[in-house]
């Protein structure tokens, strides 16, 4: 089967849709700060949440950042 397929580079390939991911990536914050209200006791779980999220706004913003000084394509 692998035969009777093309053989393409990786710039044919059809491009990430970047609009997306952002918006997906900005819905996945808000997400994961509005688990953080709920009748739970501990807060570690609160901890956790707010962690993951920051750590996705700051792939998000860095991802700006970069794109807008041109230091990364697409």
Request: aromatic share 2%.
């Given at each position: 089967?692998?035969?009777?397929?093309?053989?393409?580079?990786?710039?044919?390939?059809?491009?990430?849709?970047?609009k997306a991911?952002?918006?997906?990536?900005?819905?996945?914050?808000?997400?994961?700060?509005?688990?953080?209200?709920?009748?739970?006791?501990?807060?570690?779980?609160?901890?956790?949440?707010?962690?993951?999220?920051?750590?996705?706004?700051?792939?998000?913003?860095?991802?700006?950042?970069?794109?807008?000084?041109?230091?990364?394509?697409?």
């Amino acid at each position: 089967m692998a035969g009777n397929e093309p053989v393409t580079s990786p710039d044919q390939h059809k491009p990430t849709p970047i609009k997306a991911a952002r918006i997906a990536g900005t819905l996945t914050i808000f997400a994961l700060l509005l688990m953080t209200i709920g009748n739970h006791e501990g807060h570690v779980e609160d901890l956790w949440l707010i962690g993951i999220a920051a750590t996705i706004a700051i792939i998000l913003i860095s991802d700006a950042v970069l794109r807008r000084n041109g230091l990364r394509s697409t």
